[in-house]
């Protein structure tokens, strides 16, 4: 099936639910997304990592942005969050007014002050929730990611097909390594590597040390301040009480 | 003559007029030069792009911590402001207070204010200089730089012999490329590279094609901010004003 046929009958189930949003990545939404969804009274949103793409996907009409900095866990470009967010929230100001969410190694509240101060609307968090007591993760990768630093993810396209940040492991390191095959165009990448993660995941979880070693997810650098297992109750509680703590700083940096 | 007595020197020459400050990368600094910095009343910095790094200077005894993001111009790790510099902060809060300044990507006020927020105690800038009426930058590099946007610089060990970033160019790109010869060990890759750039920066100059296209120089992911040349007054006082807006956005998102 096409795959605009298969966009569209996805498009007719999620519909027929309560939904609040359809956020899209990976390029500008097909015109009939924006169409039906528009007439549903249902936000249309988009990831992007490079103002020209934020303003494409303004100019095909949607209705939420999401400037996704380099830092992020999953698909991501070269930028990083810090100069992204500014950069896309000027670049879309003199088209039509957008919010934008800031995405991209945010993890804690003071980052979150952060997103704001930098002009951003609110922000959009991913990786936190992976290692959350509520978390379907595989349970030895949550291991890995609370023992990991932001320096322990690597971007690579030999998950998808496309760069995506994720864990660093065996399985990145081989996709890496000089003389690999290349990775297959998506989402021909995926078919060659998600059975294959699963079974490693399930052996990881019985103690195979290769698969062990092998074990990865996508997850972005805030993995490096995440070190443990908490409800996610816990996790939103604290970002309020620090998100408050950073409002304070920057007050008191005025001098009164 | 050995690099310590090269850097004895140096600090012999410093010293003799009345520094503020000494500013140390990549790298640990020599006992001497934290030895005699202290007896001088001179605080000695230190720029660090890993949390195990700013573990080690504190532990060396640096009094200034700057945490550098991977968009930062010139040497730079892989971690981005927003994850490094509350990972620093954490790191080394139990150690002993020193205060950390934010760098990489950071040439807007709204950008400090983040910054502040993220729990430095102040920023370090460099690239918003570049382009200044006061820059001695190469006139041709600054037209390159007030053109590009954030997707526009490149990490590569092709100008020093370890990873900076720079604009990308003919010259980036060349060794970039895979069947490059492979960077020479710091120092030697700068005999390579800065002869040849500073004749590269002349002939660009005089309106050379070729020259133009290989014309580069350190600057970080900020560049894609920077649109015009502006007195440094200038920059400063919009700093100023943008970090102020910044502040109230912050103040409003806590709705009272």
């Known amino acids: ?51 020209e793409h934020a303003v494409k996907q303004v100019n095909a009409g949607v209705d939420v942005l999401i400037a996704q900095g380099t830092e992020a ?36 509240g003071r980052q979150m002050a952060a997103a704001i101060a930098l002009g951003a609307a609110g922000v959009w968090t991913g990786s936190v929730w992976l290692t959350t007591e509520e978390a379907e993760t595989a349970p030895y990768t949550v291991r890995k990611m609370l023992a990991a630093t932001s320096r322990d ?25 000089p003389g690999n095959p290349g990775a297959l165009p998506m989402p021909l990448q995926s078919v060659v590597s998600e059975r294959a993660l699963r079974y490693v995941d399930a052996q990881a979880e019985k103690g195979h040390p290769g698969a062990r070693e092998l074990a990865t997810y996508w997850v972005g650098q805030g993995v490096g301040l995440i070190n ?16 408050a703590a950073a409002a304070e700083r920057i007050a008191d940096s005025l001098g009164g």
């Open 153 to 177: 993810t690597v971007r690579s396209a030999g998950r998808t097909g496309k760069p995506s940040r994720q864990l660093r492991s065996a399985w990145t390191d081989a996709w890496e390594r």
């Open 1 to 51: 099936m096409p795959a605009d046929d298969i966009g569209e009958k996805l498009l007719d189930v999620a519909l027929r639910h309560p939904i609040k949003l359809i956020a899209n990545a990976l390029g500008v939404p097909p015109r009939f997304m924006v169409d039906r969804a528009k007439a549903a009274g249902v936000p249309v949103a988009a990831l992007v990592g490079a103002k």
């Open 73 to 108: 866990g999953g698909h991501c470009g070269e930028v990083t969050t810090m100069v992204l967010v500014p950069e896309v929230v000027e670049a879309v100001r003199p088209i039509r007014e957008v919010p934008v969410l800031a995405a991209g190694g945010i993890v804690t």
């Open 228 to 243: 443990r297992v908490r409800p996610a109750r816990d996790v939103v509680y604290e970002m309020a009480q620090d998100y």
